[in-house]
């Protein structure tokens, strides 16, 4: 069984002037020991996700869909049990690790201030010690005030905490955003030896399709709310499906890699507005290889290759409208047979199971 | 564009409105304000300025309420009633321009103070805080009675004392916007100090400004009151010294309770009224009172 | 690459410059010795960790710091920091922050965050040359966002008011101190690509301060790589990202996602109050670390004996006793 599944998880902000609908109709599942990056652009609904998992959104949102953790409804649970939860099962290291330490106590006190309230261990100090020097800081750190460690070292601490309660499933948003190269590599280094070595299932939420696809096993790209490519993240990232999920794996070049070199990738455009989502597939104003069709019809996520999927009318066996040959993209798998290039060399403990295909 | 602007301009002020009414406290407190500017500004076309002479005094003296006088009469046989509206011209008067002075003061040394950096933002803040601890009252009553009794003095005496604290909160505000990138690319631009304090800094105070000067009107009418009440009269009658008045002629004693009450519950409910309505501005303006910035 | 190493004439220089600040009671040597050099058209990325002295070096260099000594030179003549000569600068050398969100006042509207330059320099044609420089960054049609509030506008639109606004001076430089850092993926380039643009189309140079090297790779000429206050090594992109000489430099590149064999430093971030003796990079250098240093005997010279400030010349430079001993 799955550690996390998500069935047709949809979640609708409240505001003012109406509904926002944030996450749309997401379905994943997450095996015990695999590490999923979550990829996306800012308002994609990929931190929304994340907080949606762990019931950490705003009152008044509504959610829809089901989330299963242990083959038990998050939804449904009461406080207590969705708080031993929190940190028994599931623990989220969040960006920015400056505003998630309390400023005006020490270090110690935080990381142990959860194995006290559920009583999970008689010795916190001990505890405390043994988490430090997991994430590679001296003990005596825990005497430390927040403002007196660096951003990578608070980073560490953040990890230290997320780790108290030994949880199976880590969800990290962006951990390494505010961070440098070094830091950063150390931060993800760190990450990688920890859920490997207890084997933690991993959720890792960025904009960097490039570091996702350095630290998980499979990779969804959202756009609008919704997934719009899963796979193996090396296939993702270095042969993706869905035009977006090219574009963001482009943004980030191969330093040597002489095709980037004085070419600069981007994609043009904003993100649609979510009270005002374009008819068809919500990429079609900015995809390179958008056909006619595009306005009128969208696709849901569709098999795409063996253990991939993706929502686009150019994986479709049969491509409606206009031929492909014309895009600028060549690789643009029109008329790919499902699973004909699939190299599936996966490293995730799960069975190689559904990604999550909703045709309609 | 200039129409898109105004356009602009019109919703900015709609959107503020929109907020402002939500402040039910407020909206009390605009509206009794609104009544007794009203009544001020409309005292010399329904009132004889004639009444306030204590020779042509109609009334007997310290009568109780009546038809003719609803408020009654003082020590001299005016009416209580009439010498409030005269009254209210001065207390609002004094109070406006008091405020407004310290406002100015305290606006241009608190963004001065916080803008350069060095012995002048230092040597600022040390008159400020000089101020801050000074009893303003005392040195406001020694002020006036050095320069003689008349509006513009006693204006100048609680201008003059009451602005340090304004002056500190502006120079926090003015502190925070200076540390914002803008400022910074502002510098790269060419800016020079007038450009970034006129247009950067100030608007940016700006609602704090009105917020804290509506405050500020509270706190100079109370002012007002008491110096006149402690005998730093401006020559006119004012609410405060109406008080006075009913001190001195034993009101309290004689039981005229109209003479001591309409003053006071006029001062109390005005100076409650540009409270509330300063307390509501803040709410709505003041972004960190907000919860959540732009 | 020919083109890259012919001489282009200078157009803004760093002449040994040191900067230095009190830090808690400590001197912070944030700029400790650096030469540095800005051609006509030319595009550098200085690239380094934060706390390497990059952002300050930047901020001396738009005369916004005073260095403690050495000098600034814009167009072969020292800057002249009386207050008029410094507002001419301005309208030579622009800067793009690294935040698009913090570097325009929210109370303004595009339209006046873009005039504002023209308006301190007294510009004659105001809305011609804000018209003409939001067209140029890419807001097009201009007038459409003329009156449009910066909260109202995406990441990517931000930024692109504010190159705008430093467009709006017919800058001939611009400074931009990790410009698309806080901007989405798929923005980035977008962003990367307008300045080649503008530098094809005004002739526009750039000092691009920046600690993603993948960003280098993608715009610059020239990148010289900082450490603790000194730049380590310096020269062509293609030569110093391709074959590193500076193990500082190797190891920022083989912590790149993807890179077969990461060495990831340990220790802290370096801090500008401790610069260490000898080389500054010693206690952190994995080339020492290991031995290989010993090897070729270079050790004692790595921990004892400091290296000389590199020039600004275009060829590639390396300050390392290893990479000078064996000749790599």
């Not at chain 1, 020991?33 to 907080?51: F, N, P, R, V, Y």
């Not at chain 2, 100015?104 to 963004?111: D, L, R, S």
Request: glycine share 10%.
């Amino acid at each position: 069984m799955s550690l996390l599944s998500l069935q047709d998880l949809s979640v609708t902000y409240r505001i003012a002037s109406g509904e926002v609908a944030a996450v749309r109709d997401v379905s994943l599942d997450l095996g015990a020991g695999e590490a999923l990056g979550i990829a996306g652009e800012s308002g994609s609904g990929k931190s929304t996700l994340a907080m949606a998992l762990l019931r950490l959104l705003p009152s008044g949102t509504r959610v829809d869909g089901r989330i299963l953790l242990d083959g038990e409804d998050v939804a449904a649970m009461k406080w207590g049990r969705l708080r031993a939860v929190r940190w028994a099962s599931a623990s989220i290291v969040f960006q920015g690790a400056q505003h998630g330490l309390n400023p005006v106590r020490r270090i110690g006190e935080q990381i142990a201030e959860p194995m006290i309230v559920h009583g999970t261990t008689k010795e916190p100090d001990k505890r405390v010690a043994e988490l430090l020097a997991q994430v590679g800081l001296p003990a005596w750190r825990a005497r430390s005030y927040p403002h007196e460690l660096s951003g990578g070292q608070r980073q560490r601490v953040m990890i230290a905490m997320a780790l108290a309660c030994e949880p199976r499933l880590i969800i990290a948003d962006e951990p390494t955003t505010a961070l440098d190269v070094m830091v950063q590599a150390q931060v993800l280094t760190l990450i990688k030896k920890l859920i490997a070595e207890h084997g933690i299932s991993l959720i890792m939420i960025s904009h960097d399709l490039s570091v996702l696809a350095d630290m998980c096993d499979r990779l969804g790209v959202m756009y609008a709310g919704r997934l719009v490519e899963v796979g193996p993240s090396h296939e993702v990232f270095h042969d993706a499906r869905h035009p977006y999920s090219r574009a963001l794996a482009a943004a980030f070049p191969t330093v040597g890699d002489p095709v980037s070199r004085m070419a600069p990738k981007g994609l043009g455009g904003d993100p649609p507005d979510p009270m005002d989502m374009p008819a068809g597939c919500p990429f079609h104003p900015r995809c390179p290889v958008a056909l006619d069709t595009c306005t009128s019809i969208d696709v849901e996520l569709w098999p795409a290759g063996e253990r991939r999927s993706a929502a686009c009318v150019h994986v479709l066996p049969e491509t409606p409208g206009a031929p492909v040959s014309d895009a600028p993209v060549s690789d643009a798998p029109g008329s790919d047979a499902p699973g004909s290039d699939a190299t599936v060399s996966e490293t995730g403990g799960s069975e190689p199971s559904k990604t999550s295909v909703e045709a309609t | 564009m200039t129409a898109i602007v105004w356009e602009r301009r019109k919703a900015g002020l709609g959107r503020f409105w929109q907020q402002f009414r939500k402040q039910r406290a407020g909206v009390v407190g605009a509206v009794i304000l609104g009544l007794a500017v009203v009544i001020a500004l409309l005292t010399p076309l329904i009132s004889d300025a004639s009444i306030m002479d204590v020779t042509k005094a109609t009334g007997k003296d310290m009568d109780p309420p009546s038809l003719d006088y609803l408020l009654g009469t003082d020590e001299s046989g005016r009416s209580v009633l009439q010498m409030l509206m005269w009254g209210s011209r001065v207390s609002l008067f004094i109070g406006f321009l008091a405020a407004l002075l310290s406002m100015v003061i305290g606006t241009v040394v608190g963004i001065a103070a916080g803008h350069f950096r060095g012995w002048m933002s230092a040597g600022l803040m040390r008159v400020t805080d000089w101020f801050l601890v000074l009893p303003s009252l005392v040195l406001a009553l020694v002020l006036s009675a050095i320069l003689g009794g008349s509006s513009f003095t006693i204006i100048l005496a609680i201008g003059v004392t009451s602005w340090a604290s304004t002056a500190r909160l502006i120079r926090a505000q003015t502190l925070a916007v200076e540390a914002r990138p803008y400022i910074e690319r502002s510098k790269a631009l060419g800016a020079g100090h007038w450009h970034i304090m006129t247009r950067h800094v100030l608007p940016n105070v700006a609602p704090l400004v009105l917020a804290n000067t509506t405050l500020q009107v509270a706190s100079a009418i109370v002012a007002e009151s008491t110096l006149a009440f402690l005998g730093a009269t401006t020559g006119s009658t004012s609410w405060g010294s109406m008080l006075r008045g009913a001190r001195d002629y034993g009101a309290l004693t004689n039981g005229a309770w109209w003479y001591i009450l309409s003053p006071g519950l006029c001062i109390v409910a005005v100076v409650l009224a540009f409270t509330l309505c300063g307390r509501a501005l803040e709410a709505v303006l003041n972004p960190r009172l907000r919860g959540v910035s732009r | 690459m020919t083109e890259v190493l012919t001489k282009r004439k200078t157009l803004l220089e760093a002449r040994d410059l040191h900067v230095q600040f009190a830090s808690r009671g400590r001197k912070a040597r944030a700029v400790d010795g650096v030469n540095l050099a800005v051609g006509e058209g030319e595009i550098v990325a200085l690239v380094g960790e934060s706390g390497c002295g990059k952002t300050t070096l930047a901020r001396t260099l738009l005369g916004l710091e005073r260095p403690t000594s050495g000098q600034v030179l814009y167009g072969g003549a020292g800057l002249d920091y009386g207050s008029r000569a410094l507002k001419a600068y301005r309208r030579e050398v622009q800067l793009v922050l690294q935040d698009p969100t913090g570097s325009l006042n929210p109370r303004h509207t595009v339209y006046e965050a873009v005039a504002e330059g023209p308006r301190i320099h007294g510009l004659a044609n105001e809305e011609e040359i804000v018209r003409d420089a939001l067209s140029r960054a890419g807001l097009r049609p201009p007038e459409r966002f003329f009156l449009r509030y910066p909260h109202e506008l995406s990441g990517g639109q931000r930024q692109r008011v504010v190159i705008a606004g430093a467009l709006a001076l017919a800058p001939r430089l611009l400074v931009a101190d990790e410009p698309v850092a806080s901007l989405d993926a798929s923005v980035r380039g977008e962003i990367l690509a307008l300045l080649l643009r503008l530098r094809e189309e005004l002739g526009l140079s750039a000092l691009v301060v920046t600690h993603d090297l993948g960003l280098a790779w993608n715009i610059a000429d020239r990148v010289a790589v900082m450490y603790l206050g000194r730049i380590v090594e310096s020269g062509p992109v293609e030569q110093v990202l391709t074959a590193p000489r500076h193990p500082y430099t190797q190891a920022l590149l083989s912590v790149l996602p993807e890179s077969p064999e990461p060495v990831v430093l340990t220790g802290e971030p370096p801090d500008p109050t401790r610069v260490p003796g000898g080389c500054r990079f010693h206690p952190r250098c994995q080339v020492l670390g290991v031995g290989r240093a010993a090897e070729v005997g270079v050790d004692g010279k790595c921990k004892g004996e400091p290296l000389a400030v590199l020039p600004a010349v275009p060829e590639p430079q390396v300050a390392c006793h290893y990479a000078a001993a064996t000749g790599s």
